[in-house]
């Protein structure tokens, strides 16, 4: 870890580099600035593979109604397991929020 004493952040980086610490005030500055960047944000505390698996959008889901429409028998199939065949297509999701908007899909597509 790096004295802060040494180098401080209002020091300007000329007079660091005469003194041939450029790659430490960077360090030091970087160190700073992570330090000042605690974040209230529940999803700070996620692992970072769950911010890149985006949720579904609506389009998305609309989508994947109208295939699993094309293939399934109306005469058999429930809203239930339409619902559950959704959630299925992705599994890492929950989508109970979006239970109603998949259902109000589902009656249009069908209508």
């Given at each position: 870890?790096?004295?802060?004493?040494?180098?401080?952040?209002?020091?300007p980086l000329a007079c660091v580099q005469r003194r041939g610490?450029?790659?430490?005030?960077?360090?030091?500055?970087?160190?700073?600035?992570?330090?000042?960047?605690?974040?209230?944000?529940?999803?700070?505390?996620?692992?970072?593979?769950?911010?890149?698996?985006?949720?579904?959008?609506?389009?998305?889901?609309?989508?994947?109604?109208?295939?699993?429409?094309?293939?399934?028998?109306?005469?058999?199939?429930?809203?239930?397991?339409?619902?559950?065949?959704?959630?299925?297509?992705?599994?890492?999701?929950?989508?109970?929020?979006?239970?109603?908007?998949?259902?109000?899909?589902?009656?249009?597509?069908?209508?």
């Open positions: 870890m790096l004295n802060s004493s040494v180098f401080t952040a209002n020091e610490g450029g790659q430490h005030f960077l360090l030091l500055m970087l160190s700073i600035l992570l330090a000042g960047e605690e974040s209230e944000h529940s999803s700070d505390d996620e692992p970072l593979i769950k911010i890149l698996r985006k949720p579904p959008t609506e389009d998305q889901l609309r989508e994947t109604v109208k295939k699993l429409l094309e293939t399934a028998n109306l005469e058999e199939v429930t809203m239930k397991q339409l619902c559950k065949k959704v959630n299925e297509s992705y599994p890492d999701h929950d989508l109970s929020d979006k239970k109603e908007y998949i259902k109000k899909t589902v009656k249009e597509l069908i209508s």
